[in-house]
């Protein structure tokens, strides 16, 4: 069977490829998404087109249901599926792992069509996204593999 395994945050994204029954890994492809490093005053405009500073405009009584930064975070999200459904589409990989921190793993399966979430044979909660190969595919014999363990 070949696995993929996606290690994603917000920022950025590690896909590979196991080897050996899950004993190894190769990284395939690295994805990164600078907009979700900025900082939210960043990725807002000037609306009005005023030329006016909005320091002096009056307070907003309604508050912005979904910040700009998570809006970033879904449009990422959404182009991992992408990548991923094409992948999938093409028959490389027969079932994925998805490894991210909670906040994001939710937005990322909020996003996944339901043909690759069918493909989809573990998860892990856990932020891996800056660890090295070694430490990644310990968390994944531990919890993904784990009669797989010498």
């Known amino acids: 069977m070949n ?34 490093r900025a900082m939210e005053a960043e990725l807002v405009t000037d609306r009005s087109g005023s030329g006016r500073s909005s320091t002096h405009s009056a307070p907003s009584t309604k508050q912005p249901h979904t910040t700009h930064k998570e809006l970033e975070a879904i449009e990422f999200a959404r182009v991992l599926n992408d990548y991923l459904l094409d992948a999938a589409q093409h028959n490389k990989f027969d079932s994925l792992v998805l490894v991210a921190p909670p906040h994001f793993l939710g937005l990322f399966r909020a996003e996944l069509s339901p043909a ?11 932020d891996l996204i800056y660890m090295d190969e070694a430490t990644i595919q310990e968390h994944l014999v531990k919890a993904v593999w784990p009669a797989r363990q010498n």
């Open 3 to 36: 696995t993929w395994i996606i290690v994603a945050d917000a920022c950025g994204a590690r896909l590979f490829m196991s080897f050996d029954n899950g004993k190894s890994l190769h990284q395939l492809e690295r994805f990164s998404h600078a907009q979700s």
């Open 116 to 126: 690759l979430a069918r493909m989809i044979s573990a998860t892990i909660t856990k």
